[in-house]
């Protein structure tokens, strides 16, 4: 028995030091077999024709290495849409899987830097994935022309390297950058997007002083999907939601955020402590966004934008609090990687983890 064991620990030894001294090799194959089953990894294919919402950043201006800032992607039919492009959006997306190249147009809610930071970086990951040969269409309110200007000004020198290394068959010089949409102000709700099924209307929010500030509706093939955008509770979404499938929400837990602020007030800190009771004015509570979700008879809730920063899931509970009592639909914690698919003329409502 004694040589038996000596033995099986001189071959586990033996077998230890000869993968110990093949490592690189090891790492070679690892890394090969990985590019091999990865490449053109496309998240979005074979998923049933229908509006499919993915979540690529669900958190907020507060830094959340779990969450990057406000993202959200539609799939219509063929059509992929972005809503947002917070700071680590692009990177988001390609982590998810969903090739930036396959971007046919982005939406704006308003300009609050936390969800224009990754604009830069997803128009630049777009034009070098795609070869397109048209800027991609940036819609938004008044001022998104300014937005768009901003960006290409601040690239303008790294189009031109990019040209120079690649060659403008590659990297076509139309194709960078954006072009902007103005949304016409006013506050009635109205058509901004209406070609191959897919509707998408804009509507005003309340984010003073923030203005203009839109929420988006999409529509296609009887299916339905909300995007709040930044905003204090307002009727406006109940009504644009009407018994919509999906209402993505932003949220902000007060009593945590005035936890947050009264900590900083107690340690002298009043700057922390005056923008901290500031923001809640201007954003939705869990059970003021559970209310809004009732009366527009909304199918499924999902949180995003979430303020303060979650580190753990053991503290979604407390922040959720009195949410279950105010709307009885299903309600999710929006993270990152979430997919929720509508397929076309059903009732259903599928969801899955992407990361
Ligand atoms: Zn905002
Ligand atoms: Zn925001």
Not at 71 to 82: D, E, I, P, R, S
Not at 146 to 170: E, L, M, Q, W
Not at 175 to 195: D, L, M, S
């Amino acid at each position: 028995m004694r040589r038996v064991i000596i033995g099986l620990l001189a071959i586990i030894g033996l077998v230890t030091a000869l993968a110990w001294l093949s490592r690189d090799r090891l790492g070679e194959i690892v890394f090969n077999r990985a590019v091999e089953a990865n490449y053109g990894k496309d998240a979005t294919a074979g998923l049933p024709d229908g509006l499919h919402v993915i979540l690529c950043g669900t958190g907020s201006p507060l830094p959340d290495p779990g969450r990057s800032g406000p993202c959200t992607m539609v799939l219509a039919g063929k059509q992929l849409f972005l809503v947002d492009a917070g700071a680590g959006a692009g990177r988001r997306i390609g982590e998810i899987g969903v090739p930036l190249g396959k971007i046919d147009a982005t939406f704006l809610t308003h300009f609050h830097s936390d969800h224009i930071d990754g604009l830069g970086e997803v128009l630049m990951l777009r034009w070098a994935a795609s070869g397109r040969k048209l800027p991609m269409p940036v819609h938004g309110p008044q001022g998104v022309d300014k937005v768009v200007s901003g960006f290409d000004t601040a690239y303008t020198a790294d189009y031109g390297y990019r040209i120079a290394h690649h060659g403008a068959d590659i990297m076509p010089r139309s194709g960078a950058g954006a072009r902007a949409f103005t949304i016409a102000p006013g506050n009635g709700p109205h058509v901004v997007y209406n070609r191959g099924g897919v509707k998408i209307t804009a509507f005003t929010v309340k984010h003073d002083p923030v203005e203009p500030a839109v929420g988006y509706r999409f529509d296609y093939k009887g299916r339905s999907v909300v995007i709040s955008g930044d905003t204090a509770p307002t009727r406006a979404v109940s009504r644009m939601c009407n018994g919509c499938d999906v209402l993505v929400h932003e949220v902000l837990n007060p009593a945590m955020v005035g936890k947050i602020s009264a900590t900083a007030k107690n340690h002298g800190d009043r700057r922390i402590a005056k923008i901290m009771s500031d923001i809640p004015g201007y954003h939705s509570s869990p059970v003021a966004v559970a209310g809004i979700a009732r009366e527009g008879k909304a199918r499924m809730l999902v949180f995003t934008h979430i303020v303060p920063r979650m580190p753990s899931r053991l503290l979604h509970p407390y922040f959720l609090r009195g949410v279950a009592q105010a709307y009885s639909g299903t309600v999710v914690m929006g993270e990152d990687g979430m997919r929720f698919s509508l397929p076309a003329r059903s009732e259903a409502i599928e969801q899955a983890k992407l990361l």
